[in-house]
């Protein structure tokens, strides 16, 4: 693998975000913003991490993407992982689904839609919701 078809490989995103979080707790429902990066492992498998800033507390996930049908205009995806978040937060596994909406070879939409298991706290449920664009090199 040389170092430009890795490079080819590796994406940045960035969108808007909303937690609706289930079962009690210090956590309610917030909105805020998500930065990703991630790379191809493959045509079908990626590895990303995401950062968000919600209202008064931010999160870190490392997950899986796995594209299952596309890779045309529209392209569906499923993603696991893990999950945490900071201050009065919680942490566990993370699965959802999503899509890409390719504008071209490089500019994608995105929406994702992610259920996090809450581990560490009260917080039985945490639903995430999130919007926006992606970049492809």
Same mark, same amino acid.
């Given at each position: 693998?040389?170092?430009?078809?890795?490079?080819?490989?590796?994406?940045?995103?960035?969108?808007?975000?909303?937690?609706?979080?289930?079962?009690?707790?210090?956590?309610?429902?917030?909105?805020?913003?998500?930065?990703?990066?991630?790379?191809?492992?493959?045509?079908?498998?990626?590895? $990303?991490? $995401?950062?968000?800033?919600?209202?008064?507390?931010?999160?870190?996930?490392?997950?899986?993407?796995?594209?299952?049908?596309?890779?045309?205009?529209?392209?569906?995806?499923?993603?696991?992982?893990?999950? /945490?978040?900071?201050?009065? /937060?919680?942490?566990?596994?993370?699965?959802?689904?999503?899509?890409?909406?390719? +504008?071209?070879?490089?500019?994608?939409?995105?929406?994702?839609?992610?259920?996090? +298991? /809450?581990?560490?706290?009260?917080? $039985?449920?945490?639903?995430?919701? /999130?919007?926006?664009?992606?970049? $492809?090199?």
């Amino acid at each position: 693998m040389t170092f430009f078809s890795i490079l080819a490989s590796i994406y940045l995103g960035a969108g808007g975000a909303l937690q609706l979080a289930q079962g009690g707790g210090d956590m309610s429902r917030k909105g805020g913003a998500c930065l990703r990066a991630g790379w191809y492992a493959s045509d079908f498998l990626a590895v $990303e991490c $995401e950062a968000g800033w919600l209202e008064n507390q931010s999160s870190l996930a490392v997950k899986g993407l796995w594209h299952w049908w596309g890779y045309e205009r529209f392209d569906p995806f499923f993603t696991f992982g893990g999950r /945490g978040w900071f201050h009065d /937060g919680d942490a566990g596994p993370c699965a959802g689904t999503g899509f890409f909406y390719h +504008l071209d070879d490089h500019w994608s939409l995105r929406a994702d839609a992610e259920a996090t +298991l /809450g581990l560490e706290r009260d917080v $039985e449920m945490i639903y995430s919701f /999130g919007l926006g664009v992606q970049y $492809e090199f």
